[in-house]
């Protein structure tokens, strides 16, 4: 943003030497142990992975790095276009996120550490008005200064630096440029002019006043959320300031997600504080910034499952990949495993924005370094990698899916070393303790926790360890093994007879006995396509007592649609549903009350994947409807086999249960539409 301040002469002073080519110390490509728990695309080979991580960075290269001139000493300085166009503009952003790649793709590229140069020049040609030691947040092709003010974006000068020292690493400092030095510079430029002195969150830019309005310390937007950048920061500075900003940056995306967005775990583009005494953050206000959508997942928010996935690929940090992975997991069940699916800008409980509804490489990139940190989400993890691996799109979209696709490929490594190795005798993050060898049993275990009932390793005098000392999950809290066939729960409402079996819970995918039923009502599974994949259940003139519906609107009760079809004396789940207690849909809560009993509303086809329930209580003239729809549907492999029958149960949290039998032949029943009523 620019704002009428005197332009200030503070250019970053930095020796030039003569140029010279440096061999790389960590060429391309560098296949980087990730913390444990994370996973790389399986179904391409590593070869194959570093070859599409080259051919998208020639294809960016191509399209949207220009030389800029030379230096006055005839070395050539470059700058990365928002555009193909030759008249396309720069800003600090581009020119940070060049940086990162060069520096990254040394090694493929001959040229890369001239480019960094070269980028790196251009940089120090365009100071901010505000704080010389960062640079100005857009340029125009013609490097005319804009007469308002030519002040910093936070993100930008992040990079930047983030590149500094990747570039140090890579090249040391004995070339043109002292990389550490013009590091140390831009990261005290950061801190001082740009980290919020109470907050420590990252403001806007060098011309916000901390105390000021509407803009200040405590407004902040969420892809600032740069937490690899912020290690490597302390990492080479030694600044405890920094490890106050990777706790704030937390604290707010853990606000968010709690109070805001707990379904899907999405961060709007831009917060702001409750009030002027109360600082807990919120959702901006539209056009608190930039646009209408400046308190939804937008076009800045993408960056966020990026960012925080990376944080946790490289440094195991357990914060940023409980946060990464709730907005991947997500992602993935509203999509129903398909990333053509995803589109673009969102509401905080997923639901679409009006005229959103495209594929765009750069919401599936992003999603896609989240997907990394989950075991189960493999076969997602690949398909985000296939639907993004040749963008061809615009400079934003192409950029930050090449940058993805370097984290996603193993590519990605920090100069602030890698994640902790558990046996090297140094205790680090996400480890309590570490005794220089992976013995189990010795007082501390292999996976670098004291030797103890409850951290997931069996050892002298356990038969089992879940990772837990909680009772009636099949591993007891003494961690003994539970005899087989006892009770339990596994936690699928859809299953039943839940019992124990060599310590793990699991049950039958067979409906439930005891169900109320209702002499009329209507089912209705229609799957012409993702899109337009529909289920509609009523139950009516049963009965069902207001108790028994619990109080889902107060928090306490949750539901689940569970439709069966049975084939040959088995069953096979049709589609499973859920609509958890309380919780907000929007702005709005998802439950209400009303005089009958209670209503259920959610415009976003969720992973729990109910877009309405209807509740309503009678003696023979009770009322029950479900609907869900769309890409939140598993395929509903119709037409249903109805052997003996098609049954649908909805099961409250509290154990009340009412169901609706379908046996054949049913109204219709075909590869696309099944209709039936009870009977």
Known sequence: MALHRPLLAGLLLLAAVPARATPPARPFPQHVPQAPGTILPDHRTQAELDADVRALYDAWKSRYLAQAGA????????????????????????QGYGMLIAALMAGHDPDAQTIFDGLLQYRNDHPSSVDGRLMDWSVPASEALDPTGNDSAFDGDADIALGLLLAAAQWGNDGRFDYAAAAATAIAGIRDATIGPTSRLPMLGDWVDPDGTPYSQWTTRTSDFMLENFRAFAAATGDPVWDGVIAATQAAAARVQTVYSPTTGLLPDFLEPLGATDHRVRPASPQFLEAATDGDWAYNAVRVPWRLGLDAALHGDPVSRAQARTMSLWAEGMAGGDPARVFAVRRLDGSLRPGNAYFTTIFVATLGVAAMLDAGQQAWLNACWE????????????TVTLLALLAMSGNWWSPAGGAPVCGDGVVGMGETCDDANTTSGDGCDA?????ACGNGVVTAGETCD?????????????????????????????TNDDA??????????????????????????????PARRTLA?????????????GDPAAGTTGYALCVYDGTGGTSRLVAGAEAAAGGTCGSRPCWTATPAGFRYRSTSP???????????????TATLKVTARGGNLPPLGLPAAQQPAVTVQLKTSGGACWEARYTAPALRNDGKTFVDTPG
């Open 466 to 494: 879940d990772g837990n000392t909680v009772a009636g999950d099949c591993c007891d809290a003494a961690c003994r093994l539970v005899a087989g066939g006892t009770p339990c729960d596994d936690g699928d409402p859809c």
């Open 500 to 529: 124990c079996a060599a310590g793990s819970c699991a049950g039958a995918l067979v409906p439930a006995t005891g169900c109320a039923a209702a002499p009329s009502g209507r089912l209705t599974l229609r799957d012409p396509s």
């Open 537 to 549: 259940w009523t139950w009516t003139r049963g009965t069902a007592s207001r108790d028994d519906f």
């Open 71 to 94: 230096d006055a000493d005839g070395r050539p300085r470059y700058r990365v276009r928002i555009a193909r166009s030759p008249s396309a503009g720069t800003v600090s952003e581009a």
């Open 447 to 451: 996976n670098c926790t004291p030797t």
């Open 387 to 398: 639907a993004v691996r040749q963008s061809d799109e615009g400079y934003y979209e192409d």
């Open 606 to 620: 969720t992973l729990h994947g109910v877009g309405q329930i209807r509740l309503g209580a009678g003696t023979g």
